[in-house]
């Protein structure tokens, strides 16, 4: 596609409820990076895919949070059992193998645990 | 990573350039200066990357000092929709991947 696509835009989920966030990264790009930012923070590094090499997980902040990369493409990042300090924008981003420039982001998944 | 220190915010007249400076005092060798923008709402957006040279895009340009302690991004006619955090990192090319923000600079040009 012409940019990465997140889906939903929003989300809200009462905590203790599992959500799966959804990334299309642009066509060819190999490597796709999930991030998150909760409000009037900066940017946290998550999880990063990088074609059919073993994932870097070490961002993740619990065992409840996971992520899969299907075919190369589309990736699904999990929460289990939200508490409310998950309650961020999740972001996707992919870039070309081996980018020295930056990446293209996708608009985020705004995640609420009420 | 090298820290970086920006000022919280600045206004910018539209039509005016926009000079954004960033602190870098601890950047290594092999580091290099990356900006990026967050308009409200959106996610981050790649502007300009530089390593010693001054760099020049469709964007902006990237004014790095001699000893590259620090930098400056310059947007040269800033418009109403180029209001957004401006985020300045230092990272190692390539394979460098997790990019961490800080508070950035709040720029927000007026009419």
């Known amino acids: 596609g012409a940019g990465v696509s997140q889906s939903p835009s929003n989300k809200v989920t009462e905590k203790g409820k599992d959500v799966e966030l959804r990334c299309d990264p642009i066509s060819g790009h190999t490597a796709l990076y999930w991030y998150r930012q909760s409000l009037g923070q900066g940017l946290e590094f998550l999880i990063y895919f990088q074609g059919n090499s073993a994932p870097d997980k070490s961002g993740l902040p619990s065992d409840r949070f996971s992520a899969e990369r299907t075919g190369g493409s589309v990736s699904t990042l999990t929460i289990q059992r939200t508490q409310q300090e998950d309650s961020a924008v999740y972001l996707c981003?992919?870039?070309?193998?081996?980018?020295?420039?930056?990446?293209?982001f996708g608009s985020g998944t705004r995640l609420t645990v009420v | 990573d090298a820290k970086t220190t920006q000022p919280p915010s600045m206004d910018c007249a539209e039509g005016r350039a926009a000079n954004l400076p960033c602190n870098h005092s601890?950047?290594?060798?092999?580091?290099?200066v990356y900006w990026y923008r967050q308009i409200h709402s959106q996610g981050p957006q790649y502007i300009i990357h530089g390593l010693k040279n001054n760099e020049t895009n469709e964007m902006a340009s990237l004014i790095i000092t001699e000893d590259r302690k620090s930098s400056t991004l310059i947007l040269p006619h800033a418009t109403l929709r180029d209001t957004a955090v401006y985020y300045c990192i230092v990272r190692v090319s390539s394979n460098d991947y997790k990019l961490s923000f800080g508070a950035g600079t709040t720029v927000t040009v007026r009419a």
């Open positions: 981003a992919s870039s070309p193998a081996g980018a020295a420039y930056g990446y293209t």
């Open positions: 601890t950047i290594s060798g092999n580091e290099y």
